[in-house]
């Protein structure tokens, strides 16, 4: 297809100079601090096909300057909320018991707590990193997540409290009792602190479980499990060599490369302004755009206030827009919140899981019914739930243009449909995200005050955006939006000779609420389509951008091949196909009056 837009302009922190020009696809920009300053994250990022810097946003540290607890709890609690997410939308499950069991003993998540026994760190200290541990164990075993954990403490030497190689890796009640047994004189008066020791026991961890699975004849088990390490520390590391290059052999031996780096997560929190130093934390800590992994706290203090609550009041079932990324998922798995609207037999319509009862599709998808009663909304897994009411936007009204020479008329296609009961068990996303909510802006990983506007920018804020549908064969199908100085010649597309809206005029047929896709090696919409979700694909979560409406062209006008596929036609000589959606952040009103109570809604700006 045509070529991805540029990166955004790159953001240069407070203090610092950029270096380098150009926001094409490789592009390189390079950051400098000035003098007495620290640069923390990426000092070089570069342009990426999919329209983002590489690594993470850079700042200008002071270096005995530290991090609020709330931003940490913050910024943790973000970056942890979607690990847990993405293991928990790729795990095995049985629904038939009602709730989910873990096929893979292997767990689909392991998070090693590495933990500061050096003579540094005083009793009372100790005493608090171990609670730290014990509320982050139990709190991310409270989310029906497979996990096995981890504990290794070290000072001179590292020590393996819990090993992700034992059975008790699983049970978070032993886990706990063992870190509550952990006494701070186990290390005797070692002195020194050998971070590096800790990574390396981590690394042969990993390495003892994929040899284990492959004697267990799954050698390509470990690929699906994702690793998290979270280090606390309370000084620079000073005996076992350098952390980074027991980190680059993790990295090695989990092949972390571009496709596979959200399978590893290095947290380190260091404690204490004088003897830590920013630039050894940043040097352990993954770079990852959007997100920090680096934090440094004034004292144990801020970091039991950071860490106790952290991930309170999230709800992993809550988390949207997540699909099962495993190569072995198809269709509805791989797009869990696309279900299909039906009146008696055959597919009348697609939609879109917008809350656990809610489902947005396109008002057309009831042009003249009076009941729905004998209509049922197919959300896959062979689940078929019937439907409570339906709601169309008032603006919606398919005879507006007839005076005006337009036969149908699609401005505000879009409608709401509540399901006579919630759908899928609580704690398993389902539901896609929808744009100018909170939602999004974790999703998007962008400050929670951020406002629709700017969510907008971010995402429709490109001449061309990549974007998908789902098709009636249940695959995602790509396509361009054309919005910008691409939106004339896009739009202009429906009324070409040959459509219904020949030689009408456009603005009589595409009004601003309309998104505009369709080229010639694009995909068409068919007929079912409508009322499916338009959406883009941002940092592994999918956001809803607008609803399927109407095109120019029917790719599957009755062609059936072998055992019933739909094939899709290619389109008559001479005929740009066009498809029209409807823009969520042109409704907005409308979806904030209805769903206000399902989803909470971002400042309008």
């Known amino acids: 297809g045509p070529a991805v837009g540029h990166c955004p302009p790159p953001a240069v922190p407070p203090g610092a100079v950029a270096t380098g020009a150009g926001r094409q696809r490789g592009a390189e920009v390079e950051l400098r601090c000035g003098p007495g300053l620290l640069l923390v994250g990426s000092g070089r990022r570069r342009c990426l096909p999919s329209g983002e810097w590489s690594g993470a946003e850079a700042s200008c540290r002071h270096p005995f300057s530290f991090d609020l607890p709330e931003d ?29 069991i873990v096929l893979s003993r292997t767990g689909s998540l392991h998070v090693y707590f590495l933990i500061d026994a050096s003579k540094s760190v005083n009793e009372s200290n100790f005493r608090v990193f171990k609670d730290c541990v014990a509320a982050v164990v139990d709190r991310i075993s409270s989310f029906e997540v497979p996990v096995s954990f981890a504990v290794i403490s070290y000072a001179s030497q590292a020590r393996v409290i819990v090993s992700t190689t034992h059975d008790e890796a699983s049970d978070a009640d032993e886990v706990l009792s063992k870190v509550e047994a952990m006494k701070f004189g186990d290390h005797g008066d070692a002195t020194g602190t050998n971070i590096h020791g800790a990574l390396m026991e981590v690394y042969h961890m990993i390495l003892f479980q994929r040899e284990r699975a492959a004697q267990q004849g799954q050698p390509e088990a470990w690929r699906s499990v994702r690793h998290a390490v ?28 571009p496709d596979r780096a959200d399978y590893l997560d290095v947290y380190a929190f260091g404690v204490g302004a004088m003897e830590v130093d920013w630039l050894d934390l ?14 440094k706290l004034a004292d144990t203090a801020a970091l039991r206030l950071a860490l106790e609550n952290v991930l309170e009041g999230a709800e992993l079932g809550d988390i949207c827009g997540l699909a099962n990324a495993s190569a072995s998922a198809t269709g509805p798995q791989q797009n869990p919140w696309h279900v299909v609207l039906r009146a008696g037999v055959g597919q009348t319509c697609s939609g879109s899981l917008v809350a656990r009862r809610w489902v947005l599709t396109a008002a057309h998808c009831f042009t003249g019914v009076e009941s729905t009663d004998t209509w049922t909304v197919d959300v896959g897994g062979g689940e078929w739930v019937p439907i409570r009411r339906w709601l169309q936007h008032e603006g919606y009204d398919v005879r507006a243009g007839v005076a005006r020479g337009i036969p149908e008329f699609y401005d505000y296609d879009v409608a709401l449909v509540e399901l006579e009961r919630d759908v899928g068990p609580a704690g398993t996303p389902r539901r896609i995200c929808l744009p100018c909510t909170e939602d999004a802006n974790r999703a998007l990983k962008m400050p929670l005050g951020t406002t629709c506007k700017e969510q907008e920018a971010e995402l429709l804020g490109r001449a061309r955006v990549p974007a998908q549908f789902v098709s009636l064969e249940t695959q995602r199908t790509s396509v361009l939006i054309k919005t910008q100085e691409e939106w004339e010649a896009c739009a202009a597309g429906a009324v070409q000779p040959g459509t219904v809206y020949a030689g009408a005029s456009v603005s009589d047929v595409v009004t601003e609420r309309f998104l505009c896709s369709g080229g010639r090696d694009e995909g068409a ?37 072998g055992a019933g596929k739909q094939l899709r036609a290619r389109p008559p000589p001479g005929h740009r196909p066009r498809d029209f959606h409807i823009s969520l952040f042109r409704v907005q009103p409308w979806l904030r009056r209805l769903l206000g109570g399902q989803l909470r809604f971002a400042p309008l700006g």
Request: some cysteine; aromatic content about 6%; proline content about 2%.
């Open 72 to 100: 940490v709890r913050d910024g943790f609690g973000t970056s942890l909320s979607g690990v847990l997410g993405l293991a928990g939308a790729g795990a095995e499950r049985d629904e038939s018991l009602g709730r989910r």
């Open 282 to 295: 940043d040097a352990i800590a993954s770079k990852k755009p959007g997100e920090t992994h680096a934090f």
């Open 525 to 561: 919409t068919c007929k079912g389509e409508s009322g499916g979700a338009l959406f883009l694909e941002r940092k592994h979560r999918f956001v809803q951008v607008g609803v399927v409406s109407w095109g120019t062209f029917e790719a599957c006008r009755g062609r059936r091949g």
């Open 230 to 257: 979270l280090l606390l520390t309370d000084g620079k590391f000073n005996v076992g060599g350098h952390p980074s290059d027991a980190v680059a052999k993790i990295e090695d031996v989990l092949e972390i490369k």
